[in-house]
């Protein structure tokens, strides 16, 4: 298996723009988080879906992150208008959910973002 | 809701000597895990505790549960250059279905 795959891998754009971030989780897995990492507030859960359903969008930032999952082997998170204090590594990860059990979460490699 | 401590925030140490570090939530958990991120990387599984006062070994890490699921503990034995990076615990509380990442310990060693 190929694990969990984000694109692109790198971002660089101007405040203002949409930035579009992609994930496919890894097949079977029915739980896909998004995280964000920044050096001053550690690893934030975004949002949580199972089985393509938002869960748990309570650590959105605001109104200008959505995130979908049409299907269940891709998910975006967009930001639109994008800002200089949106720049952190975006992860993605995905696991096997069962009910009250915490499964193991295999992350992307991450989308390094940059808006200047 | 669900506060998980990590501390150290930083840890240096020479190449040899000895690593630890804790976790502490505030609510008593029902599973914990143990993640590292090497530097530049994604954080990647080590290993999950289930039961209360649980000591599992890889090698040179030992993993500790407390007796009262409210913490745990990471220790490395002489340490090596590629042990470093940063090592989350992430914890799942009953009722909750999401893991709370705490904001890991940064080990850098020195040769």
């Known amino acids: 298996d190929a694990g969990v795959i984000q694109s692109p891998r790198h971002e660089v754009t101007e405040m203002g723009q949409e930035v579009t971030l992609r994930c496919k989780p890894i097949s079977g897995h029915n739980s896909l988080f998004w995280y964000r990492q920044t050096m001053m507030r550690g690893l934030e859960l975004l949002i949580y879906?199972?089985?393509?359903?938002?869960?748990?969008d309570s650590g959105m930032p605001e109104d200008r992150f959505s995130a979908k999952m049409p299907n269940a082997s891709f998910s975006t998170l967009k930001i639109q208008p994008s800002e200089p204090r949106d720049s952190a590594v975006y992860f993605c990860?995905?696991?096997?959910?069962?009910?009250?059990?915490?499964?193991?979460?295999?992350f992307g490699p991450g989308t390094r973002l940059l808006v200047l | 809701g669900q506060q998980v401590m990590q501390i150290p925030q930083y840890q240096h140490v020479q190449e040899g000597e000895d690593f630890t570090t804790y976790c502490n939530s505030s609510?008593?958990?029902?599973?914990i895990q143990w993640y590292k991120q090497r530097p530049g990387g994604h954080p990647v599984f080590l290993i999950q505790l289930v039961k209360s006062g649980e000591v599992k070994k890889q090698k040179r890490l030992t993993f500790q549960f407390g007796e009262a699921k409210k913490n745990s503990s990471l220790h490395i034995t002489a340490t090596q250059t590629t042990d470093v990076g940063t090592y989350f615990c992430?914890?799942?509380?009953?009722?909750?279905?999401?893991?709370?990442f705490g904001r890991g310990t940064s080990l850098i060693v020195h040769p």
């Open positions: 992430a914890g799942l509380s009953g009722g909750s279905y999401i893991p709370t």
């Open positions: 990860a995905s696991s096997l959910w069962s009910w009250r059990e915490q499964e193991t979460q295999y």
């Open positions: 609510t008593t958990l029902s599973n």
């Open positions: 879906f199972n089985n393509n359903v938002p869960i748990d």
